[in-house]
């Protein structure tokens, strides 16, 4: 095994040159009264989601109180693993921001910003929906769906993956003009945070869809990068860990 060793002026002019964060660390939101439901939906308890929460904006579901726990206990771990963030980064959307809110008493001294572009995917016409519940209002929606498959498949009035994927390539550009060698902590969405790790790591659409299929993003779910500039390609950025919780 041949060991290449870095020079320090090599690491000097990498340092000089660097653009991105030395850690970048995106944190799903708690679980919401969504969340809370959908689960209840998936094991045939519920058919359909309750009136209160379809009467909601998805960008309005809370927190449940389950997720608020969680909330706390990421902090306390974010706290403990990293020591601090220079910067939080927040989708609007009630769910992420209560959760970045929580994070950020943990972190007096970061800048808090709340950033659209990293807000939940948009789901349209089938938003609040359940599969059956599509087929029956919206068959021919339907049917299009199961032919253009999850990642690009478009709702009318909604985001396919690839959609998702424009607004962070915006979002990331800004993140390494004005945030390079920093400490950043990104707060948003599973189907977003997925996105993420398909541009960072240039993943394709058979890796994302594997992925959530096989380890499904938690709530509270922690992905984590480091700056590594022995990396090939760019952007240097080495995957950690991917779906840490809280214990």
């Not at 909330?71 to 939080?88: H, N, P, R, T």
């Not at 550009?173 to 996105?195: D, F, G, P, Y």
Request: charged share 30%.
């Amino acid at each position: 095994m041949i060991t290449i060793e870095v020079s320090p002026l090599y690491e000097i002019m990498e340092q000089q040159t660097q653009k991105w964060p030395n850690v970048l660390v995106l944190l799903r939101h708690g679980q919401s009264l969504y969340n809370e439901e959908r689960e209840l939906v998936n094991r045939g308890i519920l058919n359909i989601y309750s009136d209160a929460l379809k009467n909601l904006r998805d960008a309005d579901y809370p927190l449940s109180a389950k997720g608020l726990t969680q909330a706390k206990k990421a902090a306390d771990f974010l706290k403990k693993q990293y020591g601090s963030f220079d910067v939080i980064f927040s989708s609007p959307f009630v769910r992420a921001e209560k959760t970045a809110r929580i994070v950020a008493e943990k972190f007096i001294d970061a800048n808090f910003v709340i950033e659209e572009r990293i807000r939940e995917k948009e789901f349209g016409i089938a938003d609040g929906l359940t599969a059956e519940e599509l087929n029956k209002f919206y068959p021919r929606e339907y049917e299009r769906k199961q032919k253009e498959k999850k990642y690009y498949y478009r709702p009318p009035g909604g985001e396919s993956y690839p959609d998702v994927n424009l607004r962070l390539w915006s979002f990331l550009n800004t993140l390494v003009r004005e945030h390079a060698r920093s400490k950043v902590l990104i707060v948003s969405h599973s189907a977003v945070m997925l996105c993420f790790r398909k541009l960072l790591e240039k993943l394709n659409e058979a890796d994302l869809l594997r992925i959530d299929k096989e380890d499904e993003l938690k709530n509270c779910g922690i992905i984590s990068y480091r700056y590594d500039p022995r990396l090939k390609p760019k952007p240097k950025l080495k995957l950690e860990f991917y779906n840490k919780t809280a214990n």
